[in-house]
């Protein structure tokens, strides 16, 4: 037998020492920490910025574990990135000791509230930070002086000498791009400016191995330099929204890497140029909103995949290789020009997205074949033009269709019944063109549609009954043709409808019961409707406009119709009416002349009044008589129920606690979200329940909510909102947990310009919010548009602005929390209530918690809110986004700045802006409101900087619009 030794072999010992002397070569490397003074320095910049979890147990030593910290590796030898973006700093005295750390490589300390850069950080105390090749301050409130070293105007960034990326975008920083010091920084590649107050030329005297320069949105003026051409290596140039005039320099062909060329909203002039088409590797161009002249070069898009020229002063024909289908097209817009002549006759390029062509002059028919089968044609608006024949029924082939518009143009025929293949289509506008025939039965499988526009037509027949069948349905407007027969019985299925315009045509017959959301308009005018006014009419408590006009009714007006509390207009012209009139509150505006039957007079006081005859006197005394026995009878009955039940409540009263924790009649819960002593004292869930029942308490209703004032038992009122969920799909018992939880998570908001909810009663089918009544004096929309008094100045209308964009920015998320945006379904003036004239709340925060968004997709109405403050993509997207809140917000400064209602008269105050903001500059004084702009050249001056803000937020691209709290920023530079 062999022998077995006692201990390892001699192979094993040698193995054993090298896996020991191994395990002592990798030891430094594992387990290495950072150098003595990186680690002191480390922890010296902990104290000084308190960042919580920095300081957790078992970290304290090693920096390398801490958020935002990078060290090298493999070693953790070195901290070479810092990034403290969103740490909520707000002094930047910290920033000299991080010289000490000279192996930093990348320093980022975006999205903050620094103010300034200490001298220390800008001069001879950094040449120690050699390697430092990223730097990033963007999106803070840097101004010029606080960020220049003592010496100079200049930032000292000379130091820096292999700075690669700087990044200063969204500040205040002012005076010439010249004065600092950026020519020292010869290895630089990016450049971001963007968003700040800096003035002089376009900058030429860069590193030449820049690649991306971005300068937008600051106040550069002059030309654009033939000396751009020196940056070779440039691959992003963005100069738009500035105030650059000349021609673009034909040298800019010469930028051989250049993939996105961006000059909108400047001052250029002239021809574009023909050398750009020679830049192969350009991808995106946009030059719209300048004043530019000439014809559109050709071959411009032999590379480009997005163009927009858009709002110019073009002129001549479209190339005839504009849209090829050898090119590989996204988007081209081109709208808002001089452009004439007819299509090109060539197949359209498969990859095209959007086409935009509206507002030129373009004629002659549109070719058969040039949109057949795009599969990814999405958008096409060929409107105000001057195009003939028929509409080519090959767009029927082009199944991603969401957008149709060939309204104001001359087509004539039919529309193709072969329309009815576009499911995905959402938007159809032929208005204003010379159609003939009847609307196609096909039209009832456009199952998505949201808006149908066949108006001033020549369509005959009648309305389909089929149309009833389009449950999306939110605009329809028939009026001025030739359409006969009677309004289809199940046009009130209809739920999501919310403007019926059927004018000017030849109907007939009974009105049937129309969808009870209807907002803008009921227009039935210039018809041939006779017998009474039907009292159904009265249920549509949101109309606004309600035009019988020029028919052949009879009888007295509806005393019902006075129950419109949404109603502005009543036109009633022009028929056959008797008796008396009604009494409408002063906001509505009435119409009844050309009614023989009803005699007026003036009143002094309350202005026209009819003429009563006796028997009417007389049978009303009757009834004033019979109602005030009946009265007296109700008030004895009252009080003896009274006295009979005062022995029973006073055996009721209990404490305020026992009160809440009672579970009422149809109340499920009810929860306290406020930790005011005070509120929790004085806020009883019985007395509100009690309150909302009785209409006297009642203050006004909008598409949401109904708004009572609550007097509480010790005397201390609050306003209660109330959900109508007969109009919106209320959150399920299923997730009636979740609720609760949102409901407490909003309650626990605090910000001074935020409608924030102090406790909920939730009922089986809806609930109540409580708020302090002393915050809610009035509505933004009630000052703005309904003030009778003296005309609210720019500087309350600007604090205004301010402050609603931070109440709008701190449910964005501006804090870090870590929560989910807060985002709102129906952001409009009238949601925004004042506290006083410069300080207001942003409201209905709560109404995206509390709907199902997933059960509301049937109608555009029922998901995004009140007409007018809509962003067009929620059409397609039938999604609530912070984008959309943004362009919401635009809506809201414009009506600051213009004093015109988002909705007026039918036309939405964006798109007019947006038509009137055009080339001509001048323009843009007579969009502001005269009485506001007209009181000082600062007022004036300022007013148009608000209206560029105000023009960014409502970008039809939701993507080029600013983040919240990117345009509070903008807002606090005014």
Excluded at 84 to 110: A, M, R
Excluded at 173 to 193: A, E, M, P
Excluded at 204 to 230: A, H
Excluded at 384 to 391: H, K, M
Aim: proline share 5%; glycine share 6%.
């Amino acid at each position: 037998m062999k022998k077995i030794h006692d201990g390892p072999s001699e192979t094993g010992k040698s193995i054993m020492f090298c896996f020991f002397f191994f395990f002592l070569s990798c030891f430094h490397v594992c387990f290495s920490e950072l150098s003595t003074n990186q680690t002191s320095t480390m922890i010296e910049l902990s104290r000084i910025l308190n960042i919580s979890d920095w300081n957790l147990p078992g970290s304290e030593r090693n920096p390398c574990l801490w958020r935002g910290v990078l060290c090298s590796q493999p070693d953790n030898g070195s901290v070479i990135s810092l990034t403290l973006s969103g740490f909520d700093l707000t002094n930047s005295s910290f920033l000299p000791l991080l010289c000490q750390i000279q192996t930093l490589e990348s320093l980022d300390v975006s999205n903050n509230s620094l103010s300034s850069i200490p001298d220390g950080f800008m001069t001879t105390n950094c040449e120690t930070l050699v390697g430092l090749k990223h730097l990033n301050f963007s999106m803070n409130q840097l101004s010029s002086s606080s960020s220049s070293s003592s010496s100079s105007s200049s930032p000292g960034l000379r130091y820096f000498s292999k700075l690669e990326d700087l990044d200063f975008s969204y500040n205040l920083l002012s005076g010439n791009i010249g004065d600092y010091g950026l020519d020292g920084l010869v290895q630089l590649r990016t450049l971001n400016l963007n968003f700040n107050n800096l003035t002089g030329s376009v900058p030429s005297n860069l590193s030449k191995t820049l690649d991306k320069l971005e300068i937008t949105n600051n106040s550069l003026s002059g030309t654009v330099p033939e000396s751009i051409q020196d940056y070779q290596e440039l691959k992003l140039l963005d100069l738009s929204d500035n105030q650059l005039n000349g021609s673009i320099p034909s040298s800019l062909g010469n930028l051989s890497k250049l993939e996105t060329l961006l000059l909108s909203n400047n001052h250029l002039l002239g021809p574009i140029p023909e050398s750009l088409s020679r830049i192969q590797t350009l991808q995106r161009f946009a030059a719209n909103r300048n004043r530019f002249t000439g014809e559109i070069p050709s071959a411009i898009t032999r590379h480009v995949k997005n163009l927009d020229l858009s709002y110019n002063n073009l002129k001549g024909t479209i190339p005839v290789d504009l849209l090829s289908q050898q090119l590989h097209l996204v988007s081209v817009d081109l709208s808002f020009n001089q452009l004439h002549g007819w299509l090109p006759p060539r197949h359209v390029s498969p990859s095209l997205v959007r086409l935009r062509l509206g507002s030129n002059k373009l004629s002659g028919p549109v070719p058969s074949s040039a949109f057949q089968s795009l599969e990814n044609l999405t958008y096409l608006e060929m409107d105000n033009n001057s195009f003939t024949g028929y509409i080519p029924s090959d767009l029927a082939s082009c199944p991603s269709l969401n957008l149709m518009n060939l309204a104001m143009n001359k087509f004539t025929g039919i529309i193709p019944p072969a329309f009815g293949n576009l499911t995905k289509l959402r938007v159809m506008k032929l208005q204003q063109n010379k159609l003939t025939g009847a609307i196609p039965d096909e039209v009832k499988q456009l199952s998505n549609l949201l808006i149908l526009d066949l108006s001033w037509n020549s369509l005959s027949g009648s309305i389909p009954s089929s149309l009833s069948n389009l449950t999306k349905l939110t605009n329809i407007n028939l009026q001025g043709n030739n359409l006969t027969g009677t309004i289809p019985d199940k046009i009130g299925d209809l739920d999501g409808l919310i403007e019926l315009q059927l004018g000017q045509n030849m109907l007939r017959g009974k009105i049937p019961v129309m969808p009870r959301k209807l907002q803008i308009s009921l227009n039935l005018s210039y018809n041939m409707f006779d017998g009474p006014i039907p009292t159904s009419l009265s249920q549509l408590d949101r109309l606004e406009v309600l035009d019988l006009s020029t028919n052949r009714f009879s009888g007295e007006i509806p005393d019902s119709l006075t129950s419109l509390v949404s109603l502005s207009q009543l036109i009633l012209s022009n028929n056959q009416l008797t008796g008396d009139i009604p009494s409408f509150t002063k906001n509505v505006k009435l119409n009844i002349s050309g009614n023989p039957g009803i005699i007026t007079k003036v009143n002094e006081e309350n202005g026209p009044i009819k003429k009563r005859s006796q028997g009417k006197r007389k049978r009303k005394l009757v009834l004033v008589a019979v109602g005030v026995v009946a009265l007296v009878s109700v008030i004895i009955t009252v009080i003896a129920l009274r006295f009979s039940r005062q022995g029973v409540n006073k055996m009721q009263v209990g404490s305020v606690e026992e009160e809440r924790s009672m579970e009422l009649p149809e109340v499920v819960r009810g929860k306290l979200l406020t930790p005011n002593s005070l509120h929790r004292s004085n806020i009883s869930f019985a007395k509100a329940v009690e309150a909302v029942a009785r209409q006297e308490n009642a203050l006004f209703q909008t598409m949401f909510w109904s708004y009572y004032r609550v007097v509480m038992p010790c005397g201390s009122s609050y306003l209660i909102k109330k959900l109508k969920t007969r109009d919106r799909v209320f959150k399920q018992a299923s997730s009636e947990q979740q609720l609760e939880l949102d409901l407490e998570m909003l309650g626990k908001l605090h910000h001074p310009n935020v409608m924030v909810p102090l406790a909920y009663v939730l009922y089986s089918e809806g609930f109540l919010l409580f708020y302090d009544f002393a915050h809610t004096r009035s509505t933004l929309y009630d000052v703005i548009h309904n003030h009778t008094g003296d005309v609210v100045d720019w500087t309350s209308r600007y604090s205004i602005a301010v402050g609603i964009a931070q109440g709008i920015s701190y449910l964005h998320g501006s804090i870090s929390n870590g929560r989910e945006p807060i985002l709102l379904q129906d952001l409009s003036s009238k949601k925004i209530m004042l506290k006083s004239l410069t300080e207001p709340l942003v409201g209905d925060i709560e109404l995206f918690k509390v709907m199902d968004p997933s059960k509301s997709n049937s109608s555009l109405s029922a998901f995004a809110g009140t007409i007018g403050y809509i962003p067009p993509e929620y059409a397609y997207t039938m999604r609530v986004t912070t984008a959309g809140n943004v362009y919401s917000f635009g809506v809201i400064l414009l009506e600051l700045l213009t004093g015109k209602p988002a909705v007026s008269e039918g036309r939405e105050l964006a798109k007019w802006v947006m038509q009137r903001h055009s080339s001509q500059q001048d323009e843009c004084n007579n969009i502001l409101d005269l009485r506001v702009s007209k009181t000082s050249t600062t007022a004036t001056k300022q007013m148009l900087r608000a209206l560029s803000i105000a023009l960014a937020c409502i970008n039809i691209s939701p993507g080029a619009r600013p983040k919240m709290k990117t345009v509070l920023r903008m807002l606090t530079r005014l």
